[in-house]
Every structure is written in C-alpha cells, then in structure tokens.
Nanobody, 116 residues
Framework: VQLVESGGGLVQPGGSLRLSCAASGFTFSSNIMNWYRQAPGKERELVAAISSAGGTTNYADSVKGRFTISRDNAKNSVYLQMNSLRPEDTAVYYC??????????WGQGTQVTVSS
C-alpha cells in the first residue's frame, strides 16, 4: 500500500488549497478514505471521510462548510479542497486508508501553513 499526498504549502488567511492523495496497492474503489491533520503539540484528528463510491462524506465540525472531500476512483485518488483557510488550520495533513480496526495506512503527510 502506498499513499502519496501533494498540494500543501503556505497560504494567506482566507485562501484556498487543494490536497491530493494518490493511492496504490489495494482496491481503492472498495474502501473508505480519510484525511487527518496534526498540528504541533496536538493529537492527530480526523478532518474528513468519504465512502467508497463517494456518496457519503463526513467532516469535523471545525471544517464543515469550508472543506470538501472528494474522490476519483478511476484515478485512485482522493482530494481535500480547503477554502476560507484559517491560521488554526495549520497542520500536517495525512491521507489515511483504514484497512481494519487494527491496520491503518498513512501517507507521508503534506504541510499546510496558513499565515499572513
């Protein structure tokens, strides 16, 4: 299993970024996918989740209405569109494949910094 994130960077408050995660090594279209984030000194938190076909999504309260998770099963990719970014969104963002209750796969993470 390999998960490779991209799209992070430095953005001003109110700006937007789109994160991408390219997945390989498993049947992507049959599995839910998640985006997590971890800010310095804080625990990793679930940001957004999407069902295998993309019809169901869930978001942390802190990002509802600002972030959108989506996927393209033909490209084995999951995305996180982040709008109206705030300084408190600054974190390393991770793509996650929850294979089972005991087994999780993670990407290497991509840094998102929101600062003026």
């Amino acid at each position: 299993v390999q998960l490779v994130e991209s799209g992070g960077g430095l953005v001003q408050p109110g700006g937007s970024l789109r994160l991408s995660c390219a997945a390989s090594g498993f049947t992507f279209s049959s599995n839910i996918m998640n985006w997590y984030r971890q800010a310095p000194g804080k625990e990793r938190e679930l940001v957004a989740a999407i069902s295998s076909a993309g019809g169901t999504t869930n978001y942390a309260d802190s990002v509802k209405g600002r972030f959108t998770i989506s996927r393209d099963n033909a490209k084995n990719s999951v995305y996180l569109q982040m709008n109206s970014l705030r300084p408190e969104d600054t974190a390393v963002y991770y793509c996650n494949y929850p294979k089972s209750a005991r087994v999780n796969y993670w990407g290497q993470g991509t840094q998102v910094t929101v600062s003026s």
